[in-house]
Nanobody, 120 residues
Framework: QVLLVESGGGLVQAGGSLRLSCTAS?????????MGWFRQAPGKDREFVAA????????SYRTSVKGRFTISRDIATNTLYLQMNSLKPEDTAVYYC????????????WGQGTQVTVSS
């Protein structure tokens, strides 16, 4: 099993920045493949935000965050990051870290989430 723990959420004014972290631990943490960030706003479905490929480091982003958010990963410490700049009120959501346990499967490990609130 893999335990994902997010941190770094909080309250910030529009235009501000936050950096989310997600640390993976557990016996299988060295068998993590792609990792990503998702978010869920009140009353809305969970949506993809950003992902980083394990084998090629390929980055992908949701269109609305391109140029503002940057995903990165420290393999040595099993930590995933999401640097969020120029935050907007519509970025307000619970942000979840996710990981894949196989290169071809879906995201099957999830963190508990961290709240990000952007005030206008």
């Amino acid at each position: 099993q893999v335990l994902l723990v997010e941190s770094g959420g909080g309250l910030v004014q529009a235009g501000g920045s936050l950096r989310l972290s997600c640390t993976a631990s557990g016996r299988s943490s060295r068998s993590i493949y792609d990792m990503g960030w998702f978010r869920q706003a009140p009353g809305k479905d969970r949506e993809f935000v950003a992902a980083i490929g394990d084998s090629d480091g390929r980055l992908s982003y949701r269109t609305s965050v391109k140029g503002r958010f940057t995903i990165s990963r420290d393999i040595a410490t099993n930590t995933l990051y999401l640097q969020m700049n120029s935050l907007k009120p519509e970025d307000t959501a619970v942000y979840y870290c996710a990981a894949k346990s196989s290169p071809t499967g879906g995201y099957n490990y999830w963190g508990q989430g961290t709240q990000v609130t952007v005030s206008s």
